[in-house]
């Protein structure tokens, strides 16, 4: 009986075989690797989730240090960062969450940190100070303002995210 008889010829079998099976194999091999390479890509933005840390109750118009930890997704790294805040409410109500890093060169900033100084920062390293509000007053070493903490109040309850630069 000639191949021509046959439905399939041996050599189209053998060919339909190593096609399928090497296409298999090169399937499962690429697969693990595109998923690999757009894993970040597939992941929710954790960069823009908020945490809560307290009832909007707490705080006044007299700065009070608060420390949390926000989940941060860097490329494949997956880390909590622990953070600190200055937060205070204007008489607006306006929430102001100052992050406690000097602009200058990165020392923590407190309230009234110096007594000669009182309702400012105080950043002790090279005597930097801002304003209740957080801006860098003239004259001394920092150049720009604090970085504030992206906030929501939800349900009488305050979230801070990210520290942005003003
Ligand atoms: S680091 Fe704050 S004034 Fe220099």
């Known amino acids: ?12 079998f053998l060919n339909y075989t190593i096609m399928g099976v090497g296409g298999f194999l090169v399937a499962g091999t690429i697969t693990p690797m595109l998923r ?33 930890t926000l989940p941060v997704v860097d490329g494949w790294a997956e880390y909590d960062m622990g953070l600190s805040a200055w937060i205070s409410i204007d008489e607006a109500g306006e929430v102001l969450a100052l ?9 923590a900033v407190t309230w009234e940190g110096n007594e000669s100084h009182p309702n400012e920062y105080y950043c002790p390293c090279h005597d930097g100070r801002y304003t209740s509000d ?33």
């Open 36 to 68: 690999f390479a757009i894993d970040p890509v597939l992941k929710a933005d954790a960069a823009s989730d908020m945490v809560a840390v307290g009832d909007i109750s707490e705080f006044s118009s007299e700065p009070q240090r608060k420390d949390f």
């Open 134 to 166: 957080g801006v860098n007053i003239p004259g001394t070493p920092p150049t720009r303002p604090l970085d504030t903490y992206e906030y929501e109040v939800r349900d009488g309850v305050l979230y801070l995210g990210q520290p942005v630069q003003r």
């Open 99 to 107: 992050s406690p890093i000097c602009t200058h060169l990165g020392c």
């Open 1 to 12: 009986m000639s191949d021509k008889d046959q439905g399939v010829s041996r050599r189209q």
